[in-house]
């Protein structure tokens, strides 16, 4: 069973940059493939970010591309979403997931254990 714990979020302008951290626990880290989905008020929770176990292969939602990036340390056990020229449409809650079988394209790409979420709030 892996715990996963995001950390990072805030209150920020418009054009701001965040950096989100998920820190992992009760599992070899670096055998599950991790992403980053949110949610916004009365909304469904949406892909973000996905990165592969070895961090080889990046995936991103169209609206976030270019401007948010995925990585990982897995001496760490920690997965970021570093997060550039932030929009007021990127307000919401962010939660980390962990999988051990990425299935890429799928609604929630596999993921099978979840973070309580961080929440993002971006103003105008």
């Known amino acids: 069973q892996v715990q996963l714990v995001e950390s990072g979020g805030g209150v920020v302008q418009a054009g701001d940059s965040l950096r989100l951290s998920c820190a992992a626990s009760?599992?070899?880290?670096?055998?599950?493939?991790m992403g980053w989905f949110r949610q916004a008020p009365g909304k469904e929770r949406e892909f973000v970010s996905a990165?592969?176990?070895?961090?080889?292969?990046?995936y991103y939602a169209n609206s976030v591309k270019g401007r948010f990036t995925i990585s990982r340390d897995n001496a760490k056990n920690t997965v970021y979403l570093q997060m550039n020229s932030l929009k007021p449409e990127d307000t919401a809650v962010y939660y980390c997931?962990?999988?051990?079988?990425?299935?890429?394209?799928?609604?929630?790409?596999?993921?099978?254990?979840w973070g309580k979420g961080t929440q993002v709030t971006v103003s105008s």
């Open positions: 990165i592969s176990r070895s961090a080889v292969s990046t």
């Open positions: 009760g599992g070899t880290f670096s055998t599950y493939a």
């Open positions: 997931a962990a999988t051990k079988i990425l299935r890429v394209g799928s609604p929630y790409y596999g993921m099978d254990y």
